[in-house]
């Protein structure tokens, strides 16, 4: 049970990162304009419509995405919103008569939070391991009895087989469903930085979140843990009623 409450408070730290200034280290992307991109966003080639000609790379700009917001840091600022505009009004104050985005950043990291990366599955985790963790929670506790002699004992008695098997099926929903989220938010996100670096040629770089992904790994993790723990108790509850019987 401590598992799956760990579990949960991992992925709603997930979920919750770039919403907040002190939440921008959880990001499961992050974008920022390589020491070279003025040279690279001069070239020509790479020029194409609705995108700056020239770039600014004497101040710092990063753009970092989690799954309900993003942040950027611009002029050694951070600033955190779920609104792209707000972040270029930011960019904007903060750079003022340079072109601080010339690839449109911002803008691609908006399109990447809503229309790449599926939080519902995260929700639908949680949800299942809340299920597990109240079946679970309905399991027979210590209690004392008295043996043949007259002294108490703690007795832990085992759950009914019908309870272990449902609370087992929501476990494994739980660790199923949150391994193929992380899974997609890994891929997602790596494929998203080839992508930005291949099609501005080297002017954008990134990097995946460590700190996401730690969090989402980490919880699947604790729900494998889980559902084998489980797992085992119900193969200990058959083969004792098989004894028995």
Known sequence: MALI??????????LSGCTAE????ICLV?????SDSTKTALDPIVAVNGYSPTASTGTSFEVRVGYFGMCLMSSDQWICSKDSRALESFANRSQTGVVYDPYKLITS?????????????????????FCAFIVMAAFPGWHKEEDSEGSDQ???LFPSKAAVKIALAFSFAS????????????????????????????????????AAMALG??????????????????????????AIG
């Open 22 to 25: 002190n939440l921008n280290e």
């Open 109 to 129: 990291a908006e399109k990447f939070k809503d229309e790449v990366i599926f939080k519902g599955l995260h929700f639908i985790s949680i949800i299942f391991g």
């Open 30 to 34: 992050s974008l920022s304009y390589s």
């Open 217 to 242: 790994w980490v919880s699947v993790f604790l729900l494998m843990t889980t559902f084998i723990g489980i797992l085992a108790m119900f193969l200990s509850i058959s083969v004792l009623l098989r």
């Open 175 to 210: 660790a199923v469903i949150s391994l193929f989220a992380t899974f997609w938010q890994h891929l997602s996100s790596s494929a998203a930085i080839a992508m930005s670096s291949a099609f501005t040629q080297g002017a954008v770089t990134g990097h995946v979140g460590v």
């Open 154 to 156: 703690h007795v832990k």
């Open 5 to 14: 409450v760990t579990s949960t408070i991992l992925s709603s730290i997930l």
